[in-house]
């Protein structure tokens, strides 16, 4: 299939913008990307009539299918309560597809998100990218691209409630590197030869692609504190830390620049609904990126509906985000913070064939997705 007749925004790495131009997609895969007119068109080909083809739109922060929309606390399952250290959990064997939210992804044209558990727990469980099309998780699943963590009141008012640890900060950071030292000495003593392997421990063994850096640390830390806590955290350990939220990120924004970690921000269509996110403005994502730090904008799907993403983006730029930096951070910024750069994020050849169109900037409320390409494959097109 050709798309052509488009202006280009390649997103690639000199963030190539083509006048006129056209992509061939072959298999799900990007197989050319080239400015002019093709030699031929065939039927089943599209007509861009001179619209904005982009790579298709990633939200790098979701709990995309752990509830149902429409569905009470049956359908909810984001967080695993009866333990606040559970890094053994696969989150792909929560996600729905069949849950609405995923279509509404599509038709907004989302075409890959990371879902993550929610942030009870100190240490929560892993985190998967996935393609947004599909009705079998194990098919959608791109790769596991990361192990959750949550600092600050969610934990702290979880077990609080219960009477159970942690019922402070120290006592999260406390739990976090007890478990990742277990995990450190496990690994050495399964890489020893002159030592006998250690029993299995699912936990230890969740863990062993974080300290490995294999895959990230994203942390759920709102409050400049629990911000430089996780970053401390990770120095210790060598991990490769993602900000989540980093809703206090503009007030420390120089001091984030020189640790070099990336932030994931948002929600941005929300209330300062709790005392850690007192700070919340929808300057952040601009202050940060005019900064020098990697941003992307998520809506922490069921938080913000999914729907929502690109609206969240227009607030950020109403509030200071460039144009430029805008579609970074949910085209190819979101994918490298994702660490799925090498498949998604731009419009290059061998990447998976994910596209929008747009007759108009894709961020303003009344623009709408004139077509939608998944994997190669149309989901929404609109005359």
């Not at 309560?81 to 279509?103: G, H, K, W, Y």
Request: glycine fraction near 8%.
């Amino acid at each position: 299939m050709k798309i052509y007749n488009a202006k280009i925004y390649t997103m690639n790495k000199d963030r190539q913008v083509i006048d006129l131009g056209w992509v061939e997609t072959e298999d799900g895969i990007i197989k050319k990307v080239s400015s002019g007119q093709p030699e031929s068109t065939a039927e089943d080909d599209i007509d861009a009539g001179g619209a904005c083809l982009y790579p298709g739109f990633i939200d790098a922060h979701t709990h995309l299918g752990l509830t149902t929309a429409g569905v009470g606390v049956e359908a909810e399952d984001f967080n695993e309560e009866s333990e606040p250290c559970s890094p053994q959990l696969r989150i792909i064997d929560a996600v729905n597809p069949m849950d609405l939210s995923f279509e509404k992804a599509r038709q907004a044209g989302i075409t890959t998100v990371l879902i993550s558990p929610g942030s009870m727990n100190p240490v929560a469980g892993d985190i998967i990218a996935v393609s947004t099309l599909g009705k079998r998780i194990d098919d959608m699943c791109l790769r596991r691209v990361g192990m959750k963590f949550a600092m600050g009141e969610n934990p702290k008012m979880t077990y609080m409630n219960r009477d159970e640890t942690p019922f402070t900060r120290m006592a999260i950071a406390s739990i976090i590197r007890e478990m990742l030292e277990k995990a450190r000495q496990y690994a050495e003593a399964k890489d020893d030869p002159e030592r006998d392997d250690p029993d299995f421990d699912s936990k230890c063994e969740a863990l062993i692609p974080l300290l490995q850096r294999r895959i990230k640390a994203h942390f759920h830390c709102h409050r400049a504190d629990d911000i430089f806590t996780a970053l401390r955290i990770s120095r210790e350990f060598e991990l490769d830390p993602v900000l989540i939220h980093c809703t206090d990120g503009h007030l420390i924004a120089e001091e984030l620049a020189k640790e070099g970690a990336p932030a994931i921000v948002g929600p941005i269509l929300c209330d300062p609904c709790k005392p850690e996110m007192a700070n919340i403005t929808p300057a952040n994502a601009g202050i940060l990126s005019a900064a020098g730090i990697k941003t992307a904008i998520c809506t922490d799907h069921s938080e913000i509906p999914i729907e929502y993403l690109p609206i969240s983006v227009g607030i950020a730029m109403k509030a200071g985000l460039g144009y430029e930096q805008a579609l970074e951070s949910v085209t190819i910024s979101a994918a490298e913070i994702a660490g799925i750069s090498d498949i998604a994020g731009s419009i290059d050849e061998g990447k998976r064939a994910d596209l929008v169109l747009f007759d108009g900037m894709p961020f303003e409320i009344m623009s709408d997705p004139k077509l939608v390409v998944i994997g190669g494959r149309v989901v929404k097109t609109s005359n």
